[in-house]
């Protein structure tokens, strides 16, 4: 598996349309259960841990802002997954980096 998503049910259904998998969360303990079940990090006994993880995980910001503590510190283990915050249905959330900028600000020129 390359990719993953968690996020709105209709994103979710979007992405499995062209093959990506992906969880529906609405609040964090959906929005944490789901991230940890695919990261590897499952601590509930009955939750299958996935011995598949995927190269990148995709997140709506609405999903990233819920588990922000949880996300920040899995990006600085450096393991695979990768995360990668997409805009929802709502569009981008106002004060949040898109990528393009993060980016920018990585590399340091503006073109």
Request: charged share 25%; proline share 4%; hydrophobic share 40%.
């Amino acid at each position: 598996m390359e990719y993953y998503i968690i996020g709105e049910r209709e994103l979710v259904l979007a992405f499995a349309l062209v093959g990506v998998k992906g969880t529906y969360a609405s609040n964090r303990n959906q929005a944490l259960d789901a991230f940890n079940k695919v990261t590897g990090k499952s601590t509930l006994v009955s939750a299958p841990v996935s011995s598949d993880i995927p190269k990148v995980l995709i997140l709506t910001e609405d999903i990233s802002v819920m588990i922000e503590d949880e996300i920040n510190e899995w990006q600085m283990q450096g393991k695979f997954p990768l995360i990668v915050e997409i805009p929802g249905l709502q569009g981008k959330i106002s004060g949040k980096k898109s990528l393009t900028d993060s980016i920018r600000e990585a590399v340091g020129i503006h073109v």
